[in-house]
């Protein structure tokens, strides 16, 4: 069974083989006609005359990227554009610019792959398959790729004709393995062609006949399971699929420690898988690659770890910081020049921009102890990179420095080691002064420290000091270590000069300079030279004060000249806003009278007369308006209309004459009158009076209002992203001001602007939609606050709503869905809750059927729901107290029914004489205060038909509203005449 297995992939191997030849041949045979049909005429850019294939356009830009390359050879986009262009052109001249790029910069495996097949379909000689093996030498070195790793093997097994062919293309899989090899999502590529090549071999030995075949058999086959072992013993893909071959392989035998090895090596995996999974992502991020490194490196494993870096620079080449944690790694750890000094290279390469890698190069050589030429070789190249930053430079020098110091030779006579140092300080200096690297003088003041303390010659040390001071002339820092380099190395004299010379030139921090002096003054100064040194520095400090007061002010008067220029800004502003105001406001006032002018004298009735209902429970009174109040305390309505008698003094017309119509009447003819023209009628079903005004020439802030809606009791956690997302789909959202504390946390209330105003409506529709758990409240924009709170329900009597109290806090709005629609179709479910959105207890349901709403009433009401039992009414709340007053909605403030007891203002004069009140004192008694009907309960209503009608419990109402006279004859009504005889005074 196992040779069986063997020998059908030996012919799949052997067909494999067959077919890619053919299909070379079959290409090379293609070219050839190609180049043979062509003309003998030179291909290469540089070269006036070009292929007819290519065009003008094409031509003109590959000699710009050539100028580009020419101009900076780090321009990476150009090599590669360039590339791009010449994918089809001719092997040589893509040879010549595939050199260039990889001198500047390491090729990406997917560049080495299409040059190395590029050079495959062209090698003919055994020059050219060594110069193919000597690239693919190259291009793994640049980074880990199983996927390059693979070709060069693939392309190692073309030699296996003979011993060396085959030890040749053993040696290219066990390298490839040892880069690759614990690759745990591709690795197991290269392992299954690696057993692949050996199975090859075991296939072609056939059945072995004699002794010495059959043990170059069995030592074939154990080649086989102990790449079998090997890969068991590591966490893949896979791993299952290739324990089940090694189990066929092996015909069951398997050995107890390959299964032990295989079960530890898929548990490991296990805890990686989700993390491979991430990385072989196309959309992996560098975080992704960040946290498997952090798995590799808590298991300790230098093998893992490093291929885990590789892997991650592979896929992120320019993070110069993950290079440089890296690099920290190997030599930390690892130390060997053989693995840290190749990933140098690599790094530099990559990251050519990175000073940092430059110097920690340097150190490692001299760390590895190379040779001094490759030192100097390595920073020559650093210098020639060209850094973006100016202070890159000065890392780079001191590092180079810091090295050169070291190995000087340090002897009372100067010799070639400390002329060389100097000479290299010296050069720094130059180049960094050229190119602006060192403001501080940080390389000066290490040379006068080296001159001063290895040389022994403070003469010079003095002088880079007075080119440094040159340069910081009144920087109080500089001075300090100025004389802190006296104190080290000089003397009393020169250190007791630089103190005063720096007293002297400092503005920035003279007290500090001057507590130095003072300090050594008392040290080791006369008392001649103390008393100095105090009138030296009282006399600075007062200069300086001066000095600061002065630009104080100055700042000042800067500051309140910029205050002054704002706040002018702001009051032009806001006059500006004003005219603009009062400019629509008079434009408005003129078109109005315009209209006005404009219009005839007829006139369209606005409404039809008012009709007034006589109620047999209580009669009432209708004022000019046409509201009906309250008729006068005791007030008895007649059975008839003809049985009122006159009052006194009444005369009726004689004859039975009518009376005569005022002057200028004219009775209606039943004609139709004629609208003035231009009249279209009244509006029917028009906009309401917020679109009306927008018909009109409105300022744009006006119109800014109206489009725009009030949030407010907004959860503190929601951001403007959250609310454009909610109310997006009411309309288009122009703008969100979300209002903040100044520490940056919302004060949970927002101001959303739409488009338009119809997309405003639709949004204050949405009042009370929960967000986060909380009613988000809706209202109209009114920044002024002229408005107030609008309650935006009916407060009447709604026959189709029932009204549920006594709910438990823990049911929701489903709760109630669920259980009312049993009874019929419901058009809302109103949740009481307060501003945090706890429930109330209270709820309202709103059905589209007023008996759908009453027999859910007689089903409910005293129903228990989760064990509290609730209370179901009709819709009726208590009137609401208006603004004006505590007056009814059907009476306003400045209405006063008939014997109604309210002061009226009577001007400046107060009440007249002939005002005189015509209630007798007899029967003239206080009315008690009604209570504020506010404050009433809700009156819960049974619908018609039980116990009573809503038309009683009204009457009931209006009685009690006009029980305010003597309550003593609440029992006897008085009639006309009875008033009557009381205002006459007789009995």
Known sequence: MAKTFMDHDMDAELEGIEDSDEDMEKEDVKDGLDEAGNNDEDSDIDDDDDDDDVDEETVKKMYSLEEEIEANPYNYSAHTDLLGILKKGPNEKKRQIRERFSKYYPLTPNLWIDWTQDEITNADSDEDKKMISELFERGVKDYVSVDLWLEFCQFGIGGIGTPEGIESARSVFERGLTACGLHAGKGSLLWESYREFEMALLSLQGTPSTPDQTKKFNQQKQKIVNLFKRQLRLPHLNMEKTFEEYKEFVEGNIDPNVQREYQKATEKF???????VKVMDKESSLDDYKEYLKLELKGKDPARIQLMYERTLTEHCLESGVWEEYLNYLDSNLRIDTVSLPVYERAVRNCPWSQGIWSDYIRALERFEKDHKDVVKVFEESLSVGFNDPAAYLEVWLAFIDYTRRRTNFENEVNQSMEELRSNIDRACDHLASVGGD????????????????????????????????????????????????????????????????????????????????????????????????????????????????????????????????????????????????????????????????????????????????????????????????????????????????????????????????????????????????????????????????????????????????????????????????????????????????????????????????????????????????????????????????????????????????????????????????????????????????????????????????????????????????????????????????GSSQQPADMKSLGGSQQKDFGPRGKGRSQIAFMPRSVSVSVPAKPDKKLLAMKFVKPAGQNGTTEQTNESDGKAEAANGDTKSSGSTKSNSDFRNMLLGSK
């Not at 101001?751 to 009613?775: C, H, M, Q, W």
Request: glycine letters at 6%; a positive charge.
């Open 270 to 276: 296990r805890s990686m898988e989700g993390l491979e």
């Open 439 to 886: 403001p501080d003088c940080e390389m000066l003041k290490y040379y006068a420290n080296i001159e001063a303390d290895q040389f022994r010659d403070l003469e010079k040390a003095r002088k880079v000091w007075a080119d440094i001071l040159q340069v910081h002339q009144f920087k109080s820092s500089v001075w300090m270590e100025a004389i802190q380099f006296e104190k080290i190395f000089g003397d009393k004299k020169h250190l007791r000069k630089r103190l005063e010379r720096a007293m002297e030139k400092t503005h920035d921090d003279p007290e500090s300079i001057g507590k130095l002096w003072l300090q050594f003054e008392r040290e080791e100064g006369s008392l001649e030279a103390f008393d100095h040194c105090r009138k030296a520095i009282k006399l600075k400090l007062e200069k300086i004060a001066m000095v600061r007061e002065k630009e104080n002010r100055a700042k000042e008067d800067e500051e309140s000249s910029h205050k002054a220029k704002v706040e002018k800004k702001k009051e032009k502003d806001k006059q500006h806003r004003r005219d603009k105001r009062h400019q629509a406001q008079a434009e408005k006032k003129l078109q109005k009278e315009d209209e006005v002018q404009n219009s005839t004298d007829f006139k369209v009735p606005t409404s039809s007369p008012t009709v007034v209902k006589k109620s047999s429970a209580a009669p009432s009174f209708v004022t000019p308006s046409g509201k009906s109040v309250a008729p006068p305390p005791g007030f008895v309505a007649p059975a008839d209309k003809s049985s009122v008698s006159p009052p006194p003094g009444y005369k009726p017309p004689s004859g039975g004459a009518k009376i005569a119509p005022p002057p200028g009447y004219k009775p209606p003819s039943g004609k139709v009158v004629e609208p003035p023209p231009g009249y279209t009628g009244p509006a029917q079903d028009g906009p309401p009076a917020k679109k009306q005004k927008m018909a009109e020439n409105l300022s744009e802030e006006e119109i800014k209002k109206l489009q725009t809606v009030f949030l407010s009791n907004l959860d503190f956690e929601v951001d403007e992203d959250q609310i454009e997302q909610i109310l997006s789909s009411s309309g288009k959202i122009k703008e969100i001001r979300l209002v903040k504390h100044p520490n940056g946390k919302s004060k949970g209330y927002a101001f959303v602007e739409f488009s338009t105003y119809e997309e405003a409506l639709g949004a204050l529709k949405r009042d009370n939609e929960l967000i986060k758990g909380r009613p988000m409240y809706v209202s109209e924009c009114d920044p002024e606050k002229k408005k107030g709170p609008v309650f935006k329900y009916n407060t009447g009597l709604e026959k189709k709503k029932l009204f549920v109290k006594g709910l438990d806090t823990s049911i929701t709005k489903e709760d109630l869905t669920k259980l009312f629609s049993q009874y019929g179709s419901l058009a809302d479910v109103r949740l009481v809750t307060y501003r945090n959105g706890h429930s109330k207890g209270l709820a309202f349901i709103d059905y589209n059927d007023e008996v759908d709403a009453a027999k859910a009433l007689v089903k409910t009401d005293g129903m228990k729901l989760k064990e509290k039992e609730i209370q179901v009414a009709i819709s009726n709340p208590p009137k609401r107290k208006e603004e004006g007053g505590g």
